[in-house]
């Protein structure tokens, strides 16, 4: 990935830098930036600086100049510009990423907007608006998962499923916002929708673990899926009960194969 960034960054050094600074309004990038930070956080800049420059080029923004920004977010130059000013951040560019003035200039003028009083500092009445939402509506959440168990020394296995639908709400607004404390601290406005999908990757994570644990717990006895629904939900209500939510309506549905012989077994 450096050889990548390195590469991109020597090409705008040198003959696209003129096209480049020519078609760029750094306010369009860093508007762009501010949206997919209020999706997914803060932290996608450092976490995940690839997938924010896809979604750059996804919207208009030119690759050569999203490019430019990608190789400022490998570097760490989002970390350090907060609170800069404009020559300052320009300067740390040039250092650190090798880019001419002329880009380096456009890019701390994003990053000075990027950072602005009315964006990432956000007014008293912005701030935790989407966990105000999520505390006043009910959620629907769906889980599919299979596991399969296998019996000692006999070649044969049976795959288990189970989907879950269920609707929750929340309870306990202070044990709510502990299990989502790492979000909305990172983005006090992260919306409501980006907080139920954490509460959902917690829920998709707690039920395969448990079905992975009743489906192969003993290697000399099936699993009996008829009681899995009941297990799945004392399950989830405990964790519910953990960190504020409540469970308002719950569904769960289990199959289970035939024996089928394992492939290896033919041989």
Same mark, same amino acid.
């Given at each position: 990935m450096k050889i990548s960034a390195q590469k991109t960054a020597q090409g705008f050094v040198h003959d696209q830098a003129p096209n480049l600074v020519q078609d760029v309004r750094p306010q369009d990038l860093a508007?762009?930036?501010?949206?997919?930070?209020?999706?997914?956080?803060?932290?996608v800049?450092?976490?995940?600086?690839?997938?924010?420059?896809?979604?750059?080029?996804?919207?208009?923004?030119?690759? *050569?100049?999203?490019?430019?920004?990608?190789v400022t977010l490998l570097a760490g130059i989002h970390?350090?510009?907060?609170?800069?000013?404009?020559?300052?951040?320009?300067?740390l560019i040039r250092k650190k990423c090798f880019l001419n003035a002329?880009?380096?200039?456009?890019?701390?003028?994003?990053? @000075?907007?990027?950072?602005?009083?009315?964006?990432?500092?956000?007014?008293?009445?912005?701030?935790?608006?989407?966990?105000?939402?999520?505390?006043?509506?009910?959620?629907?959440?769906?889980?599919?998962?299979?596991?399969s168990w296998r019996a000692v020394r006999s070649g044969v296995h049976i795959d288990c499923s189970?989907?879950?639908t269920l609707v929750y709400g929340v309870q306990d607004a202070d044990k709510a916002r502990l299990l989502l404390k790492?979000?909305?601290?990172?983005?006090?406005?992260?919306?409501?929708?980006?907080?139920?999908?954490?509460?959902?990757?917690?829920?998709?994570? @707690?039920?395969?673990?448990?079905? *992975?644990?009743?489906v192969t717990g003993d290697p000399y006895y099936e699993p009996d899926m008829d009681d899995f629904p009941g297990e799945c939900?004392?399950?989830i209500e405990d964790f519910f009960e953990k960190h504020g939510l409540k469970l308002v309506r719950y569904d769960c549905d289990t199959d289970a194969s035939d024996y089928e012989e394992d492939f290896e077994a033919r041989w």
């Amino acid at each position: 990935m450096k050889i990548s960034a390195q590469k991109t960054a020597q090409g705008f050094v040198h003959d696209q830098a003129p096209n480049l600074v020519q078609d760029v309004r750094p306010q369009d990038l860093a508007a762009r930036l501010r949206t997919i930070i209020s999706e997914q956080g803060r932290d996608v800049l450092s976490r995940d600086p690839f997938s924010v420059y896809t979604r750059l080029t996804d919207e208009g923004i030119t690759p *050569d100049f999203a490019g430019s920004a990608l190789v400022t977010l490998l570097a760490g130059i989002h970390l350090d510009a907060e609170g800069k000013h404009k020559e300052e951040i320009s300067g740390l560019i040039r250092k650190k990423c090798f880019l001419n003035a002329a880009i380096s200039d456009l890019l701390a003028e994003m990053y @000075l907007l990027l950072y602005s009083d009315d964006s990432l500092k956000y007014r008293d009445d912005d701030a935790n608006e989407g966990f105000r939402e999520l505390c006043s509506e009910e959620w629907q959440y769906r889980y599919s998962g299979e596991s399969s168990w296998r019996a000692v020394r006999s070649g044969v296995h049976i795959d288990c499923s189970c989907e879950v639908t269920l609707v929750y709400g929340v309870q306990d607004a202070d044990k709510a916002r502990l299990l989502l404390k790492h979000l909305l601290d990172d983005n006090p406005v992260v919306s409501a929708d980006r907080l139920a999908a954490e509460i959902g990757s917690h829920l998709d994570e @707690l039920i395969q673990n448990r079905l *992975d644990e009743w489906v192969t717990g003993d290697p000399y006895y099936e699993p009996d899926m008829d009681d899995f629904p009941g297990e799945c939900r004392w399950v989830i209500e405990d964790f519910f009960e953990k960190h504020g939510l409540k469970l308002v309506r719950y569904d769960c549905d289990t199959d289970a194969s035939d024996y089928e012989e394992d492939f290896e077994a033919r041989w």
